[in-house]
Antibody, heavy 125, light 107 residues
Framework: QEHLVESGGGVVQPGRSLRLSCAAS????????MHWVRQAPGKGLEWVAA????????YYADFVEGRFTISRDNSKNTLYLQMNSLRAEDTAVYHC??????????????????WGRGTAVTVSS | DVQMTQSPSSLSASVGDRVTITCRAS??????LGWYQQKPGKLPKLLIY???TLQSGVPSRFSGSGSGTDFTLAINSLQPEDVGTYYC?????????FGGGTKVEIK
């Protein structure tokens, strides 16, 4: 069964950094693009970033403004999100999600068919 | 960037009603659009991709249509388990923006 488990969230002061991880299992991680999506309490879904199946292409939401970096290690079946210069407005649950397109050239997506339960990030002084 | 605008932001309908939700893209995206359902306290679930292709396992009362800038999600014969928030998403152009969501309730 396809499964994604995020970790690395927590409470952090504004301006500090966090690194989120997403461990994948139950599918061939190296042939699917991956996404990070966040959801602030009581708010809608917000796409954060995506990375192609081989890590060669990366895309970000405008609000990232160079602060976040998405990466992956296909040998470890793990997706990462390095978040620097965190702001209060980055407070949210961060989900990783698998794109169902096989070897699809991102940013073109075929939809996110597997979602992790998320890891909570709180940015507060 | 492609902006996705959903309407209405919320709706209340009776069991058995046909419900429609619209999503408008700020520029043409062909049929590169998807719809998600998020039930209260649950993870989002992909319902439709390529504007009109039903994801495996999704009940046939859900359907999608449209291309270019205007898209519609329809729920034929609304069921109590359909309560939740529905989101459209641009699938072609980064940033892969979501619409603001439409909350569906039972009257």
């Amino acid at each position: 069964q396809e499964h994604l488990v995020e970790s690395g969230g927590g409470v952090v002061q504004p301006g500090r950094s966090l690194r989120l991880s997403c461990a994948a299992s139950g599918f061939t991680f190296s042939i699917f693009g991956m996404h990070w999506v966040r959801q602030a309490p009581g708010k809608g879904l917000e796409w954060v970033a995506a990375i192609s199946y081989d890590g060669s292409n990366k895309y970000y939401a405008d609000f990232v403004e160079g602060r976040f970096t998405i990466s992956r290690d296909n040998s470890k079946n793990t997706l990462y999100l390095q978040m620097n210069s965190l702001r209060a407005e980055d407070t949210a649950v961060y989900h990783c999600a698998k794109d169902q397109g096989v070897v699809v050239p991102l940013p073109i997506s075929q939809g996110m068919d597997v979602w992790g339960r998320g890891t909570a990030v709180t940015v507060s002084s | 960037d492609v902006q996705m605008t959903q309407s209405p932001s919320s709706l209340s309908a009776s069991v058995g009603d046909r419900v429609t939700i619209t999503c408008r893209a700020s520029q043409g995206i062909g049929n590169y659009l998807g719809w998600y359902q998020q039930k209260p306290g649950k993870l989002p679930k992909l319902l439709i991709y390529s504007a009109s292709t039903l994801q495996s396992g999704v009940p046939s009362r859900f359907s999608g249509s449209g291309s270019g800038t205007d898209f519609t999600l329809a729920i034929n014969s609304l069921q109590p388990e359909d309560v939740g928030t529905y989101y459209c998403q641009n699938f072609i152009s980064a940033p892969l923006t979501f619409g603001g969501g439409t909350k569906v309730e039972i009257k």
